[in-house]
């Protein structure tokens, strides 16, 4: 198993390509030709995640593109890094800027969701359209999953990154992640928590977790900033999601301001079993 999932990891890296931004070394996948899609992951997770969603969106004709956070997946873990929402919002426009991407469809998982928005809300002559997956927008109540509560709190979080059995994580990512076990095998699902880990053990991401900015202020500017946007969105959900559920859903079309939803046999990460019908989501309402 274990060489299956530094296969896996060997495969990811093959496919994309090492790019600076703001001083920081991260990995791009980067395919297609078209309009720039750019997909935002969340934790615990990287680009990993559009491993599959990216030359979707290329067959598609569109240019998938999907970076690593810094603290996470391939990227570079500076110490001395603001790993809040504002920090990795900030880095994400110097990423795109990196990229040679002048204006750019955006998708936002997770907490890419709040960095996303942060930085669609600064810059919305860049935006073309917005697809929100499985994410929030609520920072004045929102609580973290139970699963990853405990990487918030120092100590704790050291200890339950540390002592969890790396086949325990990957059942719990199914359990919470991933509705169709047959399409991802166990090595893809370690891969994610190999590349959690990598380099630091793991440490810039309990930097991430703490770095939430869960205020109501933070929530107003989002709810008043997505009010003012001129670009289409639409919100598309793994309807299974047992963290990210029908509230929060609700939360997301009402900061939107959209009516529809598309639905997805999947949970919260519906990137690994719904890679095609997120893509198809996304062309379409790049086109209309």
Not at 51 to 75: N, S, W
Not at 186 to 205: P, Y
Not at 249 to 275: I, M, S, Y
Request: charged share 25%.
């Amino acid at each position: 198993m274990k060489a299956d999932v530094a296969n896996e990891i060997s495969r990811h890296e093959a496919n994309g390509r090492r790019f600076e931004a703001g001083g920081v070394g991260s990995f791009v996948l980067d395919q297609g030709d078209g309009d720039p899609v750019v997909c935002l992951h969340g934790v615990p997770v990287s680009s990993f995640l559009y491993r599959k969603v990216v030359p979707e969106l290329a067959q598609r004709g569109l240019r998938g593109v999907a970076f690593d956070f810094p603290g996470l997946g391939l990227a570079d873990r500076p110490q001395d890094f603001d790993y809040s929402w504002s920090g990795l919002a900030q880095w994400t426009g110097e990423a795109i800027d990196a990229l040679g991407i002048e204006r750019c469809h955006l998708v936002v998982h997770d907490i890419g969701g709040p960095v996303g928005f942060e930085w669609a809300i600064r810059n919305p002559d860049r935006v073309l359209s917005l697809t929100a997956l499985n994410t929030l927008v609520n920072a004045a109540t929102f609580h973290r999953p139970w699963s990853m509560h405990p990487f918030s709190i120092r100590g704790l979080g050291e200890v339950w990154l540390r002592a969890t059995p790396k086949l325990l994580f990957s059942e719990l990512f199914y359990l919470q992640g991933i509705a169709d076990r047959a399409a991802v095998p166990r090595s893809e699902v370690l891969a994610h928590v190999e590349l959690l880990r990598r380099g630091d053990n793991g440490e810039a991401f309990l930097q991430i977790m703490r770095g939430f900015e869960l205020s109501e202020a933070k929530e107003r500017f989002f709810f008043d900033g997505l009010a003012q946007r001129g670009y289409p969105a639409q919100v598309v959900w793994g309807e299974q999601d047992p963290a990210l559920g029908a509230e929060r859903r609700a939360e997301v079309k009402r900061a939107l301001r959209v009516e529809d939803e598309t639905l997805l046999p999947g949970k919260h990460f519906l990137q690994e079993d719904q890679a095609p019908a997120v893509a198809a989501a996304v062309a379409a309402l790049a086109a209309g």
